[in-house]
Antibody, heavy 118, light 108 residues
Framework: QVQLQESGPGLVKPSETLSLTCAVSNYSISSGYYWGWIRQPPGKGLEWIGSVYHSGNTYYNPSLKSRLTMSIDTSKNQFSLKLRSVTAADTAVYYC???????????WGQGTLVTVSS | EIVLTQSPGTLSLSPGERATLSCRASQSVSSSYLAWYQQKPGQAPRLLIYGASSRATGIPDRFSGSGSGTDFTLIISRLEPEDFAVYYCQQYGSSPLTFGGGTKVEIK
């Protein structure tokens, strides 16, 4: 069973950079698939942030593209998210998942709450 | 970007009743790449249906999906107590991937 686990700071100051990592277990990410991030503001719906391939190829949500960098580290079997210049609107539970065009999200992490506040 | 509109926003039903949830897309969803997820408070979404009508592993057969093009439906034939939750549709046929706003199925 593929398992994903998010990690990173739970509190980020406005204008700073939100950084999260997702560790993948029981599957080598260099074997294939895109790996993605999805977020959910408190009490609201789901928003796809972007997805990254083991080659480093990325697809981003156009609404976040200017502030977003995703990367992948096959040696550590993990992938990462950096969202710059955050505001309170970026406060959300951030999930990592194996999801992209052509395949639905069958594997998800448990999610991590990131709060943007001074 | 494909916009997904779910209706109704809230469905109030009793255990044993049938639930019908709708998801309408602003343009045709490629290859019927439409999924349904169930989410309970404090939990990650759980995949129920993919490819519009295929049940994910371990999903009871009281859950069924149908539709193509721009109109999709999730039916829960007989609601069990554990089925009261929020349900989201998602299209994964084109980037950006998008989700509907959700339908909350609550106990009447």
């Amino acid at each position: 069973q593929v398992q994903l686990q998010e990690s990173g700071p739970g509190l980020v100051k406005p204008s700073e950079t939100l950084s999260l990592t997702c560790a993948v277990s029981n599957y080598s990410i260099s074997s294939g698939y895109y790996w993605g991030w999805i977020r959910q503001p408190p009490g609201k719906g789901l928003e796809w942030i972007g997805s990254v391939y083991h080659s480093g190829n990325t697809y981003y949500n156009p609404s976040l593209k200017s502030r977003l960098t995703m990367s992948i580290d096959t040696s550590k079997n993990q992938f990462s998210l950096k969202l710059r210049s955050v505001t309170a609107a970026d406060t959300a539970v951030y999930y990592c998942a194996r999801v992209f065009v052509g395949y639905a999200g069958i594997y998800w992490g448990q999610g991590t709450l990131v709060t943007v506040s001074s | 970007e494909i916009v997904l509109t779910q209706s109704p926003g809230t469905l109030s039903l009793s255990p044993g009743e049938r639930a019908t949830l709708s998801c309408r897309a602003s343009q045709s969803v490629s290859s019927s790449y439409l999924a349904w997820y169930q989410q309970k408070p404090g939990q990650a979404p759980r995949l129920l249906i993919y490819g519009a009508s295929s049940r994910a592993t371990g999903i009871p057969d009281r859950f069924s999906g149908s539709g193509s093009g721009t109109d999709f439906t999730l039916i829960i034939s007989r609601l069990e107590p554990e089925d009261f939750a929020v349900y989201y549709c998602q299209q994964y046929g084109s980037s950006p991937l998008t989700f509907g706003g959700g339908t909350k199925v609550e106990i009447k």
